[in-house]
Structures are given as structure tokens and as C-alpha cells.
């Protein structure tokens, strides 16, 4: 009786407990979710008829939606790999033994503690048409280039995202290297193993589950990148870097929800796809070591 009195205690205080993180859950994330899934569902978020997927399929021909989309796709393509290829090979060379590597590691990191604001007044002075760059570019004698005007644009966010991520990565691929044993590469070169064959077979094999990790932290990163871009260029900047949270954002204030919820979920369920793929491929790789 007395196990059973303290079992119900024990379950009540957890719940307790669990109730003000609970309801804020359901308030601010759940409720949410289900009334955005309403909305886009129906022609009007006031007394609004049921539609279906017709929102869904009015949307996938939106000529702007269909640009923010490929767009996305195109940088996320682009940035994600980019992040892996460039961060492990920082995280290599700060791994060995170099002067002044404790130094270029507070560097690293010091874009994750940066305000954004900030950031951006920087990268705005560097790449506006009168800024740092393009009086570099005079001084050479080369003719000033609006880089947020141009397709160049793509460039200069995608530097931007790099330039805010890469430090966490490396940090992360930091870790993971460390987490290997010196011996397995003692063993491997005692059996003639050459760079490239320790770095295949041994460091890329144990470093499997921190570039999963990497690979989605990034992913989600990638679609981030619209807070950024937004101070840098406003609510409408150049073609090539108009994404998916450019037509939210501009739909929300047309008070558009429809549209706006639509574009949220489809987003929202490319992610969830993709790393839904990703854990497969990670379990796969997983077992193939085991």
C-alpha cells in the first residue's frame, strides 16, 4: 500500500512538474500547428468553406511561390555540402598541432555569439554599392557592381551563411575526431596504411554519426538564412535569392493565410522528408560499420 501511496505521489509531482512546460507546448507549438493545417484547408480563415487540397495545388502554380522554391532548393543544394566539405577540413587542420590554433578557434565560434543585426550592418558596408568592395574594385579599376542587384547575390548570402555556421560545425567535427582512439590509426600505419586510406577507412567511417548531425543541423540552417537576407535586401530582393520564407513573409502581410499556411507545410514536410531519408542512410551506414 504504502509502494503504491508513492507511486501516485511520485506520478502526480511529475506531472506537476511536466504541466507549465506541457501547456506551453500545446499553446505555442501545437495549438498553432493545428490551426495552421485549418487554415489551409479551407478558403477563408473566417467561417471559411472546406477545400481540400485545392490551396495546395493553387500554390504549386504560383509563378513566385515556385520561384522561392527553386531558389531554396538551389541554395540549400549548394550551402549544405559546401559547409560539410569546408568545415571538416578546418576541423582537420585545427586538430593537428599548429600555432596559433587555440586563436583561430575563438575565431571560429565567434559568429555564433555575434548579434544578427550587427552582422548584417557589416555585410552591408562591405557589399553595398558604395561600400568597402566596390571601392577596392575602383581602386584597382575595375567598375563598381550592385551585389545585392545582380545574381551575385546568391553569393553574397550564401558567404553569409558559411561565414555564420561554419564555426558550430567545425566545433562539432572537432569533437567527433577527438572521440576517435589514436590507436586505430597507429594500427593502420603499422599495416602500411597511407593518409588518404586512414582518412577514408578510419576518420570519414567513425565520424559518421557527427556528419549526420552536421548534415541536418545545416539543412535546417539553410532555410533560416531568410532573416539574414531580409535585412541585407528587404521584402523583395533580387530573383536569385527570393526563398520560401520571402513568400511567407510577404504573404503574411497581405494577410494571405491561406497561401501562407500552404507554403509552411509543404516546407515544412520537405524537411521532415528529407531527414526522415537521412536516418535511413545513417542506419544503413550504421550497420554496414557494426
Not at 102 to 122: C, D, E, W
Not at 149 to 175: E, Q
Request: glycine content about 6%; overall charge positive; hydrophobic content about 50%.
Amino acid at each position: 500500500m504504502r509502494t503504491g501511496k508513492l507511486t501516485t505521489n511520485n506520478g502526480c509531482l511529475a506531472w506537476l512538474f511536466l504541466g507549465p512546460s506541457l501547456l506551453g507546448f500545446a499553446l505555442f507549438y501545437l495549438l498553432p500547428f493545428v490551426t495552421g493545417f485549418y487554415y489551409s484547408l479551407v478558403d477563408s480563415p473566417l467561417h471559411g468553406t472546406f477545400v481540400g487540397l485545392h490551396n495546395y495545388g493553387a500554390l504549386l502554380k504560383n509563378p513566385s511561390f515556385l520561384l522561392a522554391l527553386g531558389n531554396t532548393a538551389k541554395f540549400t543544394l549548394i550551402c549544405v555540402p559546401l559547409n560539410l566539405i569546408l568545415s571538416l577540413g578546418v576541423a582537420l587542420l585545427l586538430n593537428k598541432k599548429l600555432p596559433g590554433r587555440n586563436l583561430f578557434r575563438t575565431i571560429m565560434i565567434t559568429p555564433l555569439v555575434v548579434p544578427v543585426a550587427s552582422v548584417v550592418l557589416v555585410w552591408q558596408a562591405f557589399f553595398d554599392l558604395n561600400g568597402v568592395l566596390n571601392s577596392l574594385l575602383q581602386a584597382l579599376g575595375y567598375p563598381p557592381v550592385d551585389w545585392m542587384k545582380t545574381n551575385w547575390s546568391r553569393m553574397v548570402v550564401l558567404a553569409v551563411y558559411l561565414w555564420k555556421n561554419m564555426g558550430y560545425s567545425v566545433i562539432l567535427f572537432l569533437a567527433g575526431l577527438q572521440n576517435i582512439p589514436a590507436e586505430y590509426y597507429e594500427a593502420a600505419r603499422i599495416d602500411g596504411a597511407g593518409r588518404w586510406q586512414e582518412f577514408f577507412r578510419i576518420t570519414l567511417i567513425y565520424l559518421t554519426p557527427t556528419t549526420f548531425f552536421v548534415f541536418i543541423i545545416s539543412i535546417i540552417n539553410s532555410f533560416k538564412v531568410f532573416r539574414e537576407t531580409y535585412l541585407i535586401s528587404g521584402d523583395y530582393p533580387h530573383n536569385s535569392i527570393y526563398m520560401l520564407q520571402h513568400y511567407m513573409n510577404n504573404m503574411f502581410m497581405a494577410l494571405d493565410y491561406q497561401k501562407l499556411t500552404s507554403a509552411a507545410f509543404i516546407m515544412a514536410a520537405f524537411i521532415v522528408t528529407v531527414v526522415l531519408l537521412l536516418f535511413i542512410v545513417e542506419r544503413k551506414i550504421t550497420n554496414l560499420i557494426n
